[in-house]
């Protein structure tokens, strides 16, 4: 079992900054890819950030320019910086995890509890 845990969030101005983190814990064999996503009431989660297959960060195109994801392996840990956070960047965001179980394969994917990011205006 792998545990995602995710911090950072909170309320902040328009304008504003924040920086989430998730950790991942558990019975890690390797860690495939760690992603964000984002759900407000009534719609579906979205992705908001993550990594292609060769490695390079993509984005949800709202967050182009304004939202950085980065990685440390060594730690199982992801992290997205959020700058200049607009009101419709509110929501509760959540750390997704695809972990490979074994050398011969078998994934399992995992999800923080999610963290709620509220930007005032």
């Known amino acids: 079992q792998v545990q995602l845990v995710e911090s950072g969030g909170g309320l902040v101005q328009a304008g504003g900054s924040l920086r989430l983190s998730c950790a991942a814990s558990?019975?890690?064999?390797?860690?495939?890819?760690m992603d964000w996503y984002r759900q407000v009431p009534g719609k579906q989660r979205e992705l908001v950030a993550g990594f292609t297959r060769d490695g390079s960060a993509n984005y949800a195109d709202s967050m182009k320019g304004r939202f950085t994801i980065s990685r440390d392996n060594a730690k199982n840990t992801v992290y997205l910086q959020m700058n200049s956070l607009k009101p419709e960047d509110t929501g509760v965001y959540y750390c997704y995890a695809l972990h490979q179980n074994s050398p011969g394969g078998g994934y399992g994917s995992y999800w923080g509890q999610g963290t709620q990011v509220t930007v005032s205006s």
């Open positions: 558990g019975r890690i064999f390797k860690i495939v890819r």
